[in-house]
Nanobody, 122 residues
Framework: VQLQASGGGSVQAGGSLRLSCTAS????????LGWFRQAPGKGREFVAA????????YYADSVKGRFTISRDSAKNTMYLQMNNLKPEDTAVYYC????????????????WGQGTQVTVSS
């Protein structure tokens, strides 16, 4: 499975961005796709995930009410709509492929995209 993330950029606080992650290739099974982020000097942090079959969604408390994850199965693409961005959202955002049900655990993800930078200025 190859994952291609796009849509990052620089915005001011309160602004919006939409990230996309397109999957290609074949996987034994896909339970979910998820977004993680990593700020300089910090570990990879769970942001949101969506199950591929049922479309169930999961969010980190820090982004609930501001971010919306969705998927388009026909396009093999996952989206992350990020509104009301804050400076603390600044990080490299990665999309990942998950075969297990542990959506919040980065070590459970078996494929990763290349990352896209999101920078929010105050």
């Amino acid at each position: 499975v190859q994952l291609q993330a796009s849509g990052g950029g620089s915005v001011q606080a309160g602004g919006s961005l939409r990230l996309s992650c397109t999957a290609s290739g074949r996987a034994f099974s896909t339970y979910a796709l998820g977004w993680f982020r990593q700020a300089p000097g910090k570990g990879r942090e769970f942001v949101a995930a969506v199950t591929w079959g049922g479309g169930n969604t999961y969010y980190a408390d820090s982004v609930k009410g501001r971010f919306t994850i969705s998927r388009d199965s026909a396009k093999n693409t996952m989206y992350l709509q990020m509104n009301n961005l804050k400076p603390e959202d600044t990080a490299v955002y990665y999309c990942g492929h998950l075969s297990s049900s542990w959506v919040r655990e980065p070590h459970e993800y078996d494929y990763w995209g290349q990352g896209t930078q999101v920078t929010v200025s105050s």
